[in-house]
């Protein structure tokens, strides 16, 4: 069975969030398919019998929560004319810098197995940095028309810089002493879409 032919999507979210407290709690390294399967209180060989290993369980939780901010963000441009700008496109980039920790994303990386299935899902269409740009720039375009922009706004630049900051705070966060994502986030927004 692949992957993404989880029988039981409520077994699919349980393992998720548990290997998400895990990290939270234990940090990366404690992230196995038995502490996993034991946070969840599953059977013992459910994570490999459904993905395969932890490097494809890994990756499928990676996919899972970019698709789901890009889902967010699709719902984005039919909100255009509605509170500030500046809070539309925080809410978007909080979701997507809240969407993992840090620390699952650095799990992602250093294996091989996993950064390649996620480079291929996502060539393959799956829901990722690239469909949340796309979504943020229809918004932008569409609060352009609605002259909440200054003219000459380039959009598909905006919407770039704020996705590649918050992919590069995803990627370089989570250690002791790094600067607060979030505070950086809020101020790249107000640089982009001033008041």
């Not at 990366?28 to 013992?44: D, F, H, I, P």
């Not at 039919?78 to 699952?104: E, H, I, M």
């Not at 393959?124 to 200054?150: M, N």
Request: aromatic share 4%; hydrophobic share 45%.
């Amino acid at each position: 069975m692949s992957p993404r032919g989880v029988a039981i999507p409520d077994l699919r979210e349980r393992l998720f969030d548990a290997a998400e407290r895990i990290v939270a709690r234990e940090g990366a390294a404690a992230l196995t398919s038995r502490a996993v399967t034991s946070e969840a209180g599953c059977a013992k060989g459910v994570l490999h019998t459904h993905f395969g290993g932890v490097d494809a369980f890994v990756a499928e939780l990676v996919l899972d929560r970019f698709a789901r901010t890009a889902a967010h963000a699709q719902g984005l441009p039919g909100r255009a004319g509605q509170d500030t700008v500046a809070a539309n496109l925080t809410g978007v980039a909080l979701g997507l810098l809240d969407s993992l920790d840090p620390r699952v994303v650095g799990l992602a990386v250093t294996s091989n197995a996993t950064s390649q299935q996620i480079r291929d899902a996502l060539a393959e269409g799956s829901p990722g940095f690239g469909a949340i740009q796309d979504a943020l720039t229809d918004y932008l375009d569409a609060e352009l028309r609605l002259g909440r922009l200054p003219d000459g706004t380039d959009t598909a630049t905006t919407a770039l810089a704020l996705v590649g900051t918050v992919h590069h705070l995803l990627m370089t966060g989570g250690w002791a002493g790094a600067p607060d994502p979030r505070a950086q986030t809020e101020r790249l927004v107000a640089l982009l879409v001033p008041q």
